[in-house]
């Protein structure tokens, strides 16, 4: 599934910690890794920065490729990633801004909106070590829509790889459904097709993926879509959340790009994010 890697670096610590997270999985998958960098001033400071993330890799046993380039940083990270055919883009994302926003940083969300391969965003935070990531829960989020369900392939293949649990998520925001009416107003029986769509979903998503060798736990939520997701990545103590950038939810005609976005500002996970073509 991930043949080729591409992580971008700017010097940053949450950068270096997203591409421990890209090497981890490059020495998972056998993969090859390109390091990039966008400098537009000193060459030999980028080069410092990319030589450090190879001394990273060579410690875990993976020969990475690096190389300095220059131009608007997301702009020519998205290229590179088109160039080169890549299967995975990592990037770091911004911490916490405030009580409860989250900024990802204006790169990472100008990225996140060009690229055309899937982007693994590692939120910034201490680096243990060179090599030891490892995750025990995977969650891929669905809502039922076709792009939603291009997540969970993802989202099975790094369970299995791992040796992971495999949830599968439904929220049902009631209140976004019920739109300017009051969420009190909706009857037991709307709520309950919600649910019942919500299970087909879910159960939809697994079909799809042949979960059969692998331990699926799946549910169906209720709440305030980002903030149910946020929940249960902390009780069930979740590792990397995996979701789709687009596609209609069941939010009232609210974007699941929406969602998406406000779950990288309010998890502390790394997030796959699985971009529109």
Same mark, same amino acid.
Request: proline share 2%; glycine share 12%; charged share 25%.
């Given at each position: 599934?991930?043949? #080729?890697?591409?992580?971008?670096?700017?010097?940053?610590?949450?950068?270096?910690?997203?591409?421990?997270?890209?090497?981890?999985?490059?020495?998972?998958?056998?993969?090859?890794?390109?390091?990039?960098?966008?400098?537009?001033?000193?060459?030999?400071?980028?080069?410092?920065?990319?030589?450090?993330?190879?001394?990273? %890799?060579?410690?875990?046993?993976?020969?990475?490729?690096?190389?300095?380039?220059? &131009?608007?940083?997301?702009?020519?990270?998205?290229?590179?990633?088109?160039?080169? &055919?890549?299967?995975?883009?990592?990037?770091?994302?911004? &911490?916490?801004?405030?009580?409860?926003?989250?900024?990802?940083?204006?790169?990472?969300?100008?990225?996140?909106?060009?690229?055309?391969?899937?982007?693994?965003?590692?939120?910034?935070? %201490?680096?243990?070590?060179?090599?030891?990531?490892?995750?025990?829960?995977?969650?891929?989020?669905?809502?039922?829509?076709?792009?939603?369900?291009?997540?969970?392939?993802? &989202?099975?293949?790094?369970?299995?790889?791992?040796?992971?649990?495999?949830?599968?998520?439904?929220?049902?925001?009631?209140?976004?459904?019920?739109?300017?009416?009051?969420?009190?107003?909706?009857?037991?029986?709307?709520?309950?097709?919600?649910?019942?769509?919500?299970?087909?979903?879910?159960?939809?998503?697994?079909?799809?993926?042949?979960?059969? #060798?692998?331990?699926?736990?799946? #549910?169906?939520?209720?709440?305030?879509?980002?903030?149910?997701?946020?929940?249960?990545?902390?009780?069930?103590?979740?590792?990397?959340?995996?979701?789709?950038?687009?596609?209609?939810?069941?939010?009232?005609?609210?974007?699941?790009?929406?969602?998406?976005?406000?779950?990288?500002?309010?998890?502390?996970?790394?997030?796959?994010?699985?971009?529109?073509?």
């Amino acid at each position: 599934m991930f043949d #080729d890697i591409l992580i971008a670096v700017d010097g940053s610590d949450r950068a270096r910690r997203a591409a421990k997270y890209g090497v981890e999985l490059a020495a998972t998958y056998d993969a090859a890794v390109d390091v990039v960098t966008v400098y537009g001033g000193d060459a030999e400071e980028g080069q410092a920065v990319l030589d450090d993330v190879a001394e990273m %890799a060579d410690g875990a046993g993976v020969v990475v490729e690096t190389e300095v380039l220059s &131009g608007k940083p997301a702009t020519t990270i998205a290229t590179r990633a088109d160039e080169r &055919g890549v299967d995975l883009l990592v990037v770091g994302r911004r &911490g916490r801004s405030g009580i409860r926003a989250r900024l990802l940083g204006s790169v990472t969300e100008r990225v996140l909106r060009r690229s055309p391969a899937p982007v693994l965003t590692v939120p910034e935070g %201490a680096v243990d070590g060179d090599t030891g990531t490892e995750y025990g829960n995977v969650l891929v989020t669905t809502d039922g829509s076709e792009l939603a369900a291009e997540a969970g392939p993802y &989202g099975a293949d790094l369970a299995r790889r791992f040796d992971a649990a495999l949830h599968v998520l439904n929220v049902v925001d009631i209140q976004a459904e019920a739109g300017v009416f009051d969420a009190g107003g909706v009857d037991s029986e709307y709520i309950e097709r919600l649910e019942t769509q919500g299970h087909q979903a879910v159960d939809e998503l697994v079909a799809t993926v042949d979960a059969s #060798d692998l331990d699926v736990r799946d #549910d169906v939520i209720r709440g305030v879509a980002h903030d149910a997701i946020g929940e249960y990545v902390k009780e069930n103590g979740v590792d990397l959340v995996v979701m789709a950038s687009e596609g209609q939810s069941n939010l009232a005609g609210q974007q699941l790009g929406t969602v998406a976005g406000r779950v990288l500002r309010t998890v502390d996970r790394p997030v796959l994010v699985v971009t529109e073509d």
